[in-house]
């Protein structure tokens, strides 16, 4: 874990040294972050305009899943999915071999060397969200509804990582992979509602398919006091299950790997 920590201050280092010559960059990125708020907001008001509850969701709580959106999309766009993105380039060029000779593990590496610093915006404009929501909630937020939302979101980046992990592995066996990505990110776009309000069929694939409703409304139901202890275990033991499977699905894509001298 120490090496992992080391590494990522050592490329985040990097990021921010390489952004900094394109400060222009954070406009835009202050723009896009606002135009998501803006927009779950917009909608938030249009529903709540005609009802008081959506789902069972009150509109704090509402709010509270768009805060986790904003933040997991954050966490999502700032290390993981430009990670990913560069992993799929490296393996159609053959250059992963630069990552495969270096002495620490080529997961490690790989997951940590590319970050976009000015997408931290969305996890600030996420955390003020959810502060909002808290602050309107009825019922005071006790210490266990904390630990639960913390442990639910720490699941959900996990899980997300690890199914993008396994998409991108799949680069070993196809060559094209890149609108795979784009794929799960409209997808994700669900995750601004509950997973609730979704028809059935669309409701177990945001949940078992694709995992959207760990990312975003697990985490909301543990800061609303809506999750059990026995549904927060089940969230924390599926991403720590799909972390291994990923793990073990990267080891076999490597073995598939010719590098760049085939």
């Not at 874990?1 to 400060?23: H, K, W």
Request: charged share 15%.
């Amino acid at each position: 874990m120490a090496s992992v920590v080391r590494l990522l201050a050592v490329f985040l280092r990097v990021g921010i040294l390489n952004e900094l010559q394109y400060r222009t960059n954070l406009y835009v990125q202050l723009f896009r972050s606002s135009l998501s708020l803006v927009t779950g907001l917009a909608g938030l008001g249009v529903v709540f305009s005609h009802t008081q509850t959506l789902a069972g969701w009150s509109p704090p709580e509402l709010l509270a899943i768009l805060g986790v959106y904003l933040v997991v999309s954050g966490v999502l766009r700032f290390a993981i999915q430009p990670a990913m993105e560069r992993l799929m380039e490296d393996v159609r060029n053959g250059t992963l071999d630069y990552i495969l000779t270096k002495p620490e593990d080529s997961l490690v590496l790989v997951s940590v060397r590319a970050v976009e610093v000015w997408r931290l915006a969305d996890v600030v404009l996420g955390s003020v969200v959810i502060g909002a929501a808290v602050s309107q909630m009825h019922d005071r937020i006790d210490a266990w509804q904390v630990a639960g939302f913390v442990i639910a979101l720490v699941a959900a980046a996990t899980t997300v990582y690890s199914f993008l992990l396994i998409l991108t592995t799949l680069s070993f066996w196809f060559v094209r992979l890149e609108n795979i990505l784009v794929i799960f990110q409209s997808m994700y776009e669900a995750g601004k509602w509950p997973v609730d309000i979704y028809p059935a069929w669309l409701r177990g694939a945001l949940t078992f398919l694709v995992p959207v409703a760990f990312a975003t409304t697990v985490p909301a139901q543990a800061l609303a006091g809506r999750l059990t202890p026995v549904a927060l275990a089940g969230a924390v033991a599926l991403s720590a299950s799909l972390f291994t499977a990923a793990r073990y699905f990267w080891s076999v894509g490597l073995r598939r790997y010719a590098g760049a001298s085939a």
